[in-house]
């Protein structure tokens, strides 16, 4: 067995052995597959399917032979294919057989200049000092990629086989997740992502899967009519991240990524100017952060150790943070979160996010309340032109929730004089974990207006159900907050709130289920918490 082999059943004892076919098989010594007009069997242009000797060039042959060629199929039969960069052309899909492996080359370490068997990674484009201030070195650099293209159109990659990103970095220099050594993404010859494309159109994912994919599985920015379907990733960073793209299906995908976001729309200003991602539909996808790096891929689903150090467990869908262009049109639907962080939106450096749609969500064991919505003052983008956005016309609607911790509620919270706006969040069942004390419902949260969002910014929370600040124009209807164990806090708290509707409404009476800190125009009817009332200024009240 040789020794990229032995790396991926060590990886996993269950099987990646099922991916990865034995060297010295019919399938990987046998006679190449005949390449006709369309297709391309990469081991007629020099690779070997062994993982013994790098196959970069032999990979690249066939791309360029098929684009020659007008397009065409680029197969990669069984096999485990040891490379660098593959740099993908117009017209070309990628099909990965079943048992065919691309494994990603080991990178250069700190002070050496070249990785495995002496090769490197493209170079990642010069720094642009006009856009690199505003998002991390991975947001803008594609080239130092395993798999990366640029200003092409009608791609895409498919088949039930397997991208391993051993060999690339995670985009820091923190500690090592799981036994791989750590390389430093700005250091010249490192890999940084699994598949990166930039300002491309027409392109297609669908069916593979992929693991240990670098800072990001996916990092697809300016991208235009895109599909990603059926993926399973497991990965170590951001599963798949969405930038600057429009007209987006992403469905029946699975992401296991316990550091960082599964399913991540963001609108950054890595093209050097402020673009909306718009027209998105994620559907049918399950994501989650509660499992240790390889398991969901094989199966096993083990969950980390309690005490397991550096394990965010993040595993989100979120839009944000990067938003300097715009969320607009998204709809996400029938998706499940297990083990994981919050539902959120964020606008934090000038987007405009509006016309949201989410409905038939199922989430349990979050580590924080299933919903995050966050309009604040980052503002990491050119001035002065950059300046506080929107986040308004949301609606919410048949979301469960199961097991979460109590620290959190869900939160939506503006900034002063910039609320969030016209949200509407029915048929929403949250139970929760529930044992916080009475000094607890006391708390002011911070207003970090410029901080970095997450759900932690703020401390721990006021209210066991719904903390609301700088809001206008809410409607809550047919909700129920059920801790699991008595909690001293209101399910709601009201911080500057204006125009508020709660309809059948359930949850905890004791101490109140209203706290109105400061609110007006508040409506209540036909709930369990409380009596119906109608206040034109409920400040200072409780219900």
């Known amino acids: 067995m040789n020794s990229a082999r032995r790396d991926l059943l060590k990886f996993s004892p269950l099987a990646l052995a099922a991916f990865v076919p034995s060297v010295g098989s019919a399938q990987v010594t046998g006679a190449s597959t005949p390449s006709t007009p369309t297709v391309f069997d990469v081991r007629n242009y020099g690779a070997s399917g062994t993982g013994k000797q790098l196959d970069t060039n032999g990979i690249n042959a066939a791309i360029e032979a098929a684009t020659k060629a007008g397009g065409g199929t680029v197969v990669f039969p069984a096999?485990?294919?040891?490379?660098?960069?593959?740099?993908?052309k117009s017209n070309i899909h990628l099909y990965l057989s079943q048992g065919a492996v691309i494994l990603a080359a080991e990178s250069p370490k700190p002070g050496e200049t070249t990785g495995q068997m002496g090769g490197v990674y493209d170079a990642a484009e010069p720094q642009n000092p006009a856009i690199e201030p505003f998002q991390d070195f991975g947001h803008n650099h594609w080239h130092n990629s395993l798999i990366w293209g640029e200003g092409i159109e009608n791609v895409s990659i498919t088949g039930p086989g397997l991208i391993y990103g051993k060999g690339l970095s995670f985009g820091a220099t923190r500690a090592a997740r799981g036994d791989?050594?750590?390389?430093?993404?700005?250091?010249?010859?490192?890999?940084?992502?699994?598949?990166?494309?930039?300002?491309?159109?027409?392109?297609?994912?669908?069916?593979?899967?992929?693991?240990?994919?670098?800072?990001?599985?996916?990092?697809?920015?300016?991208?235009?009519?895109?599909?990603?379907?059926?993926?399973?990733?497991?990965?170590?960073?951001?599963?798949?991240?969405?930038?600057?793209?429009?007209?987006?299906?992403?469905?029946?995908?699975?992401?296991?990524?316990?550091?960082?976001d599964g399913i991540c729309p963001k609108s950054s200003y890595a093209l050097g100017y402020a673009r909306a991602t718009e027209n998105v539909t994620i559907t049918g996808c399950t994501v989650t952060g509660d499992y240790m790096l390889g398991t969901v891929l094989d199966g096993t689903y083990k969950h980390f150790p309690a005490d397991a150090p550096q394990t965010y467990r993040t595993?989100?869908?979120?839009?944000?943070?990067?938003?300097?262009?715009?969320?607009?049109?998204?709809?996400?639907?029938?998706?499940?979160?297990?083990?994981?962080?919050?539902?959120?939106?964020?606008?934090?450096?000038?987007?405009?996010?509006?016309?949201?749609?989410?409905?038939?969500?199922?989430?349990?064991?979050?580590?924080?309340?299933?919903?995050?919505?966050?309009?604040?003052?980052?503002?990491?983008?050119?001035?002065?032109?950059?300046?506080?956005?929107?986040?308004?016309?949301?609606?919410?609607?048949?979301?469960?929730?199961?097991?979460?911790?109590?620290?959190?509620?869900?939160?939506?919270?503006?900034?002063?004089?910039?609320?969030?706006?016209?949200?509407?969040?029915?048929?929403?069942?949250?139970q929760h974990r529930g044992g916080a004390t009475a000094d607890k419902a006391k708390l002011?949260?911070?207003?970090?207006?410029?901080?970095?969002?997450?759900?932690?910014?703020?401390?721990?929370?006021?209210?066991?159900?719904f903390f609301l600040r700088h809001v206008r124009n809410v409607e809550v209807s047919h909700v129920e907050i059920a801790p699991a164990q008595s909690d001293a806090r209101p399910s709601f708290v009201l911080e500057d709130v204006d125009r508020a509707d709660f309809f059948a409404i359930t949850a905890p009476t004791t101490p109140s289920a209203f706290d109105f800190r400061h609110a007006k125009d508040v409506r209540v009817g036909w709930s369990r918490a409380a009596k119906d009332a109608v206040f034109a200024d409920a400040s200072g009240k409780t219900l």
């Open 315 to 430: 595993g989100r869908i979120k839009c944000g943070t990067e938003s300097n262009g715009g969320f607009k049109n998204i709809t996400i639907s029938n998706c499940v979160f297990d083990g994981c962080h919050s539902l959120c939106l964020e606008s934090e450096d000038g987007a405009l996010c509006e016309d949201i749609a989410i409905s038939n969500i199922t989430m349990r064991d979050l580590f924080a309340g299933p919903l995050f919505f966050r309009l604040g003052a980052r503002l990491r983008g050119p001035k002065p032109e950059t300046k506080p956005g929107t986040l308004q016309r949301i609606v919410v609607n048949n979301i469960t929730s199961y097991n979460s911790t109590s620290n959190l509620c869900n939160i939506l919270s503006g900034i002063p004089d910039f609320p969030i706006r016209d949200v509407k969040i029915s048929n929403f069942y949250m």
């Open 180 to 260: 791989y050594p750590i390389y430093k993404a700005e250091q010249a010859g490192v890999g940084n992502k699994a598949i990166a494309m930039k300002n491309c159109r027409n392109v297609t994912f669908r069916e593979f899967r992929l693991l240990k994919g670098g800072h990001f599985g996916f990092l697809l920015t300016g991208v235009d009519n895109l599909v990603i379907d059926g993926l399973l990733i497991d990965t170590d960073r951001d599963g798949i991240d969405i930038d600057c793209c429009k007209n987006v299906h992403v469905s029946n995908c699975t992401v296991n990524s316990p550091w960082d």
């Open 79 to 88: 096999g485990t294919y040891l490379t660098f960069s593959i740099r993908l």
């Open 444 to 465: 002011v949260p911070p207003e970090e207006i410029a901080k970095y969002p997450d759900p932690e910014m703020f401390g721990p929370m006021p209210a066991q159900g």
